[in-house]
């Protein structure tokens, strides 16, 4: 397709246990970011690539949070030894360019459950 | 980083203009105002955005204060598809500095 696109679309997994998602930009687009949604709440940023440069990680909660992009393209972000206030909506992003004025297309987001 | 504010939650009826609005106080002179919604269990879809000058597109328009410490997305004739939450948010520097507020969430009755 055409649009961001982000597997599983929703995994239940229990505590402990290590969980990876991932996202597919939308071909040629250079920035890709990591968003989590916890219910009823706004975005929180998690972490951001732009081309070759070195990622973005300000916004990863732990160091249990980590996330690859590869050949520039397919995003992994990787939960450890998951926790129940990890349980949330992971969205991911992409934008033609970083600018300011940049639209961003979001995919569906995955939906972790953490029991 | 500056913030918004916005009406925790707002109604309309079928084929109603809505007009919701934001404060953004603090907004720097470079900082971009953008309009994001987020339909029920979607990600969030951009809408509109802008710098000082009101803006029109195919599915809002955007009006901007003079003094650009509050501005106001217009829906035209809702549909019952516009009900979503309607995120509001100022951007200097990229985007990963964008920071999402709870948003107005919007219902339309038919």
């Known amino acids: 397709g055409a649009g961001v696109s982000q597997s599983p679309s929703n995994k239940v997994t229990e505590k402990g246990k290590d969980v990876e998602l991932r996202c597919d930009p939308i071909?040629?687009?250079?920035?890709l970011y990591w968003y989590r949604q916890s219910l009823g709440q706004g975005l929180e940023f998690l972490i951001y690539?732009?081309?070759?440069?070195?990622?973005?990680k300000s916004g990863l909660p732990s160091d249990r949070f980590s996330a690859e992009r590869t050949g520039g393209s397919v995003s992994t972000l990787t939960i450890q030894r998951t926790q129940q206030e990890d349980s949330a909506v992971y969205l991911c992003?992409?934008?033609?360019?970083?600018?300011?004025?940049?639209?961003?297309?979001f995919g569906e987001g995955s939906r972790l459950t953490v029991l | 980083d500056a913030k918004t504010t916005q009406p925790n939650s707002m109604e309309s009826n079928e084929e109603e203009p809505v007009h919701l609005p934001c404060n953004h106080s603090?907004?720097?002179?470079?900082?971009?105002i953008h309009w994001y919604r987020q339909l029920p269990s979607q990600g969030p879809e951009y809408v509109i955005h802008?710098?000082?000058?009101?803006v029109n597109n195919r599915m809002a328009s955007l009006a901007i204060a003079e003094d650009r410490k509050s501005s106001t997305l217009i829906l035209h004739r809702a549909t019952l598809r516009d009900a979503a939450v309607y995120y509001c948010?100022?951007?200097?520097?990229?985007?990963?500095?964008?920071?999402w507020g709870l948003g107005t969430s919007l219902a339309v009755n038919p």
């Open positions: 992003a992409s934008s033609v360019l970083a600018a300011r004025a940049g639209e961003l297309f």
């Open positions: 071909s040629g687009h250079t920035a």
């Open positions: 690539f732009q081309g070759n440069s070195a990622p973005d």
């Open positions: 603090t907004i720097s002179g470079t900082d971009y």
């Open positions: 802008g710098l000082t000058s009101n």
């Open positions: 948010i100022l951007s200097n520097g990229n985007n990963r500095k964008l920071i």
